[in-house]
């Protein structure tokens, strides 16, 4: 897989089909425009919501057969994440990235189950560890068989409900793995800081992407909805799909 600008887009959770077939067609666009190859992302659960009554997306195996539906009606590659070692094994017949969510980077059994199915394991960095601190993971996936791993930043906790990004992280992480992506829309979160729910603000998402480019950062992640206001996770931090074309272009 390609290590120069990757990007990865897709919703926050699946919603529905309509919403993935929406994304879906807009990515493929874009990656006949640009000749990328942008990797499709969405979550068959958010398992880390705020609130109980949050919600949480279709579960394992529905949420698995519309990832691949999507996959095979447009040749998208695929990228999701698990909570759970037990999930590895079926993820791994559809995603062609299987993503660590960043609060769980550091549990040795989901590193593990991950690595040993051979495909690329993207670990995020949690809110609380330098871009330092993530050989450790690393060395745990490399130890059980990853070929390919990739570190991805998203800022550091900051006091109480927000978050900030020191952008040094981006090289120091470079000094763990080539592969290094900018989390452009979670970056600009405030967990929790809305009653509740986390909140955050979208227009800071492209200035994002363009600092980590100078710090040099080897991909880029958009969590993007058509209306993302509407959107039933993250509302405040995805990107405008509409927006995500001159983001893409300011980055190439």
């Not at 450790?136 to 990853?146: F, I, L, T």
Request: aromatic share 8%; glycine share 6%; with cysteine.
């Amino acid at each position: 897989m390609k290590r120069n600008n990757i990007f990865i887009a897709g919703p926050c959770v699946i919603e529905n089909m309509q919403l993935l077939d929406t994304v879906a067609k807009e990515l493929v666009r874009l990656n006949n425009k640009f000749d990328t190859d942008i990797i499709f992302k969405a979550s068959f659960d958010k398992a880390n919501r705020t609130s109980l009554h949050s919600f949480r997306g279709p579960g394992l195996k529905e949420g698995l057969a519309m990832l691949k539906a999507v996959k095979e009606k447009y040749g998208l590659k695929i990228l999701t994440d698990i909570h759970e070692s037990s999930q590895a094994e079926a993820v791994s017949k559809v995603a062609d990235v299987i993503q660590i969510p960043a609060f769980l980077c550091r549990q040795t059994d989901l590193l593990v189950a991950a690595a040993k199915t051979g495909k690329v394991v993207n670990i995020k960095k949690a809110q609380f560890l330098s871009g330092k601190d993530m050989r450790y993971p690393v060395e745990k996936c490399r130890e059980s068989g990853a070929q390919e791993i990739w570190l991805t930043e998203r800022g550091n906790s900051f006091g109480y409900n927000n978050l900030i990004v020191d952008f040094r992280n981006i090289p120091d992480m470079k000094e763990i793995v080539p592969t290094v992506i900018m989390d452009c829309t979670h970056s600009v979160q405030r967990p929790s800081a809305g009653n509740g729910k986390t909140v955050g603000d979208r227009k800071f998402v492209p200035a994002m992407a363009l600092a980590a480019k100078a710090f040099g950062a080897t991909g880029y992640f958009f969590e993007v909805h058509p209306e993302p206001d509407l959107g039933l996770s993250d509302a405040a931090n995805m990107l405008e799909l509409s927006n995500l074309e001159r983001t893409i272009e300011k980055l190439l």
